[in-house]
């Protein structure tokens, strides 16, 4: 049988990064249309440098049941019209599938929500691991001043569906006024 070789990788630990990743995405303020309440703040940000928002670093493994697919994710702080940095948030394209977080630096939540509208946040810090069961959707959101950094690893086949939550957004949007954090509801689902 032609085996799949082992691998390994190294990560800085110190500064949260995954050296000489295969994969480097980056995501800036200007990818982030449509996900912030204050539509006009983004704007503002993004005309004075569009900055980024948030990083992963992947070592690709083939899109296959039984593999497993890890990374660093890294979410810069800051807050368009109060509302703290965040990623886009993604259900798996194979719904039935799960994910572990481990909290490397910074702080922050790992915001989760369900197709029905129930949502639930873990407490991001170095040390935690957060389990995202199958089924939720999840975001990351930086409530923190540094950047806020996590391992990753899911099943291989599982994919991102990006778009439903695009349309549906989160129920609940996490805000940052006078250094205090706030989660605020958006609708009663
Ligand atoms: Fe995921």
Request: proline share 7%.
């Amino acid at each position: 049988m032609d085996y799949m070789k082992p691998f390994g990788v190294d990560l800085d630990l110190s500064k949260g990064v995954m050296k000489n990743p295969a994969t480097h995405i980056v995501r800036q303020a200007s990818s982030m249309r449509g996900h912030y309440a204050d539509a006009a703040a983004l704007e503002r940000l993004i005309a004075a440098g569009d900055p980024v928002h948030y990083e992963v670093a992947e070592q690709p493994v083939p899109d296959a049941p039984g593999q497993m697919r890890f990374g660093i994710s890294t979410t810069l702080p800051g807050t368009v019209g109060g509302e703290c940095f965040m990623t886009k948030g993604h259900y798996h394209a194979v719904p039935d599938t799960a994910e572990v977080y481990v909290g490397l630096r910074g702080q922050g939540y790992l915001l989760m929500k369900t197709v029905e509208g129930e949502c639930l946040w873990e407490e991001f810090r170095p040390g935690r691991v957060i389990y995202v069961p199958p089924f939720w959707a999840h975001r990351t959101v930086n409530t923190g001043e540094e950047p806020l950094v996590s391992f990753y690893v899911y099943p291989g086949n599982a994919g991102h569906n990006y778009g439903d939550i695009e349309k549906q957004g989160f129920p609940v949007r996490v805000l940052k006024r006078g250094g205090k954090v706030e989660f605020v509801k958006t609708r009663s689902k």
